[in-house]
């Protein structure tokens, strides 16, 4: 007989809803938009024929049967995410599995484009990817190292620097301003994109530029920066991201930068770690190629 079970993505987006007791805070978690952690909840409650949530301005909260649901899943969840990290750490072929934790925009744009170089070298270790785009607890999450955004390290972690992080505003070329015109002058004909995980990064790239007050309209608010940059593409407004989101973009002549100001954020990235990551011979050896690739050798140059 066919089990009546929901899908693991409803389940996760619900258990993750209610944990943090926000749609926009388990959407950062999962990889996903509020919008779609809403919709997996609905679709979820649908199919049981009950509400989850009591749903208030500005507040989520767990129905009676939400929380006796949630109570009963939990564990079921532990379990199947514990038979995936046992399988994985298993031996397989010969391998030594890793598991690393990446921002998903350092990830996709910095991190995988090199990947192949490391596959190529070391083809004996298997290493197994997420993203997170929250601090990670290595004891909860099972994860042998993660890439951190940050001014400094978090406290209490084994870390390397790999890079700082350059700002480039950008936009479509058709949205390139008038040859010799002031930048404020310039800047006024744009709608800027704010991102949510960053309110005060147009407020430091043009304070670096000597410019406080400029008069610019407000472009809408996004809380993914591939999102951002297809908006910029679309000649909708003026994107502040890092060089390495649009290199190939600026490449191919999809993005221009009508302002040739980069500056330095306040943010450089990092690779963290615990100290028992440090007696795995495949760390090592992918510690040892991101150090490399990243220009450096464990430290500030």
Same mark, same amino acid.
């Given at each position: ?40 909840? =609905? ?15 500005? $507040? ?31 031996? $397989? ?97 744009? $709608? ?107 430290? =500030?140059?």
């Amino acid at each position: 007989m066919r089990r009546k079970l929901p899908s693991t993505m409803a389940l996760q987006a619900f258990e993750a809803s209610a944990r943090l007791q926000s749609f926009t805070e388990a959407a950062r978690e999962c990889c996903l938009t509020p919008g779609a952690i809403s919709r997996q909840v =609905r679709l979820l409650e649908a199919e049981l024929g009950i509400s989850l949530f009591q749903r208030q301005p500005g $507040r989520l909260a767990l129905s009676r049967g939400g929380a006796a649901y949630l109570e009963q899943i939990r564990a079921a969840l532990a379990c199947i995410e514990q038979a995936g990290l046992s399988l994985g750490r298993g031996p $397989r072929d010969g391998a030594e599995p890793l598991s690393i934790a990446t921002l998903p925009g350092f990830g996709a744009r910095w991190l995988m484009p090199r990947y192949p170089a490391f596959v190529a070298a070391q083809p004996e270790v298997a290493i197994r990817f997420c993203t997170r785009t929250r601090p990670l607890d290595f004891e909860e999450h099972h994860c042998d190292a993660a890439i951190y955004c940050g001014a400094a390290p978090p406290a209490g972690m084994l870390s390397d620097w790999l890079t700082d992080e350059e700002q480039v505003a950008v936009c479509a070329p058709s949205a390139r301003p008038p040859a010799r015109l002031p930048i404020a002058e310039a800047l006024a004909r744009y $709608r800027l994109f704010p991102h949510v995980d960053r309110p005060a990064a147009w407020d430091e790239w043009l304070a670096e530029l000597g410019l406080r007050h400029v008069a610019t309209p407000q472009g809408p608010i996004f809380e993914q920066m591939h999102l951002m940059i297809e908006a910029a593409m679309s000649g909708l407004g003026l994107a502040l991201v890092p060089r390495f989101m649009v290199h190939h973009e600026l490449a191919a002549g999809l993005l221009v930068e009508p302002f040739a100001e980069p500056v330095s954020s306040r943010c450089s990235y990092w690779m963290v770690y615990p100290a028992a990551s440090t007696r795995l011979g495949s760390f090592q050896s992918f510690k040892g190629w991101l150090l490399q690739q990243a220009g450096a050798s464990g430290g =500030r140059p």
